[in-house]
């Protein structure tokens, strides 16, 4: 069976799109459309459609995205807005809204996503993160149902939004992006959550430490007895290798490592000077000769 759109689909999104653009909104859409498009926007026939009446999914594709187009700038707020009228008018009514979480108001709104789709399986993917959450959407082999359901889903979020009042406008922050046959819609609208700290008192944090000393002390049991067992090692008697005897060549050149000047030994000193080099002592004999009595002069004679 192949891929199909239900005709009342598409004829809810053009009444909400002349709400707001007037009446002439299915002849500018027309002017854009190939002439083989034009009998799925006949009047007569969206207003006689029935729920089960469809139409081909390729069709539907072209015409919803020449209604964005025609009608508005391509970047999908035509279509955003259409989608967020049509799913407020589906919350009001009640059933799907859950007042203060947006999360499970957007999940409640799966079925009715789902439903104008006939013969193609839609993919619905909720997943939390921490500033609100992420919805994928699609249809496998579609990228243009991709980008329709990327507006479609952004118009809804809005709309639910505005119903549960878990955030106001200002603080919703919507990420749209479309990959291939899958769009994405990522929200942030609350502040991340600080993670948790472990708690000290937690019974399984101290089984988990308990167990952690048991497996260490043995393995250090163990360890230590090896060490303490293993015979001293014999001492070497081989020549030292060439880079220990440069080393110790180093360690003996004079000067060598060191800026202080070689300490002189007794040998470099000069040699003492003997008793034998002292000049001999002046002895007595070598004193003049003291003058005696007998040799005072001789008085002179006289003759």
């Given at each position: 069976m192949s891929?199909?759109?239900?005709?009342?689909f598409?004829?809810?999104?053009?009444?909400?799109?002349e709400?707001?653009?007037?009446?002439?909104?299915l002849q500018r859409?027309?002017?854009?459309?190939?002439?083989?498009?034009?009998?799925?926007?006949?009047?007569?026939?969206?207003?006689?459609s029935?729920?089960?009446?469809?139409m081909?999914?390729?069709d539907?594709?072209?015409?919803?995205?020449?209604?964005?187009?025609?009608?508005?700038?391509?970047?999908?707020?035509?279509?955003?807005?259409?989608?967020?009228?049509?799913v407020?008018r589906t919350l009001?009514s009640g059933?799907l809204?859950?007042?203060?979480?947006l999360?499970?108001?957007?999940?409640r709104?799966?079925?009715?996503?789902?439903?104008?789709?006939?013969g193609?399986?839609?993919?619905?993917?909720?997943?939390p993160t921490?500033?609100?959450?992420?919805?994928?959407?699609?249809?496998?082999?579609?990228?243009?149902?991709?980008?329709?359901?990327?507006?479609?889903?952004?118009?809804?979020?809005?709309?639910?939004q505005?119903?549960?009042?878990?955030?106001?406008g200002?603080?919703?922050?919507?990420?749209?992006?479309?990959?291939?046959?899958r769009?994405?819609?990522?929200?942030?609208?609350?502040?991340?959550r600080?993670?948790?700290?472990?708690?000290?008192?937690?019974?399984?944090?101290?089984a988990?430490?308990?167990?952690?000393?048991?497996?260490t002390?043995?393995?250090?049991?163990e360890?230590?007895?090896?060490?303490?067992s293993?015979?001293?090692?014999?001492?070497?008697?081989h020549?030292?290798?060439?880079?220990?005897?440069?080393?110790e060549?180093?360690?003996?050149?004079?000067?060598?490592?060191?800026?202080?000047?070689?300490?002189?030994?007794?040998?470099?000193?000069?040699?003492?000077?003997?008793?034998?080099?002292?000049?001999p002592?002046r002895?007595?004999?070598?004193?003049?000769?003291?003058?005696?009595s007998?040799?005072?002069?001789?008085?002179?004679?006289?003759?």
């Amino acid at each position: 069976m192949s891929a199909e759109l239900r005709v009342r689909f598409l004829r809810d999104i053009l009444r909400s799109v002349e709400r707001e653009h007037g009446p002439e909104t299915l002849q500018r859409v027309r002017a854009r459309l190939p002439e083989r498009l034009h009998v799925h926007l006949e009047p007569e026939r969206l207003r006689s459609s029935t729920p089960s009446e469809t139409m081909s999914l390729d069709d539907a594709e072209e015409v919803i995205l020449a209604i964005d187009s025609g009608l508005g700038d391509g970047t999908g707020r035509v279509l955003e807005s259409a989608s967020a009228d049509l799913v407020g008018r589906t919350l009001a009514s009640g059933g799907l809204l859950v007042l203060g979480d947006l999360a499970a108001t957007v999940a409640r709104m799966q079925a009715p996503l789902e439903w104008p789709f006939v013969g193609a399986a839609m993919t619905f993917d909720l997943e939390p993160t921490d500033t609100g959450f992420s919805l994928t959407l699609g249809v496998s082999g579609r990228p243009r149902t991709a980008r329709v359901l990327r507006h479609v889903a952004t118009g809804a979020i809005r709309a639910a939004q505005r119903y549960c009042r878990e955030a106001n406008g200002e603080e919703l922050e919507l990420l749209t992006g479309v990959f291939g046959d899958r769009a994405n819609v990522t929200t942030s609208y609350r502040s991340p959550r600080p993670s948790d700290a472990p708690d000290p008192n937690d019974v399984r944090l101290k089984a988990t430490r308990r167990l952690g000393r048991k497996t260490t002390q043995p393995r250090l049991a163990e360890e230590v007895e090896r060490i303490l067992s293993s015979p001293p090692a014999a001492p070497s008697h081989h020549p030292p290798d060439a880079a220990n005897a440069l080393i110790e060549r180093s360690r003996t050149a004079p000067g060598a490592g060191s800026s202080r000047p070689p300490e002189r030994s007794t040998s470099s000193l000069p040699p003492e000077r003997s008793s034998s080099s002292l000049p001999p002592e002046r002895s007595s004999s070598s004193l003049p000769p003291e003058r005696s009595s007998s040799s005072k002069p001789p008085k002179p004679r006289d003759d």
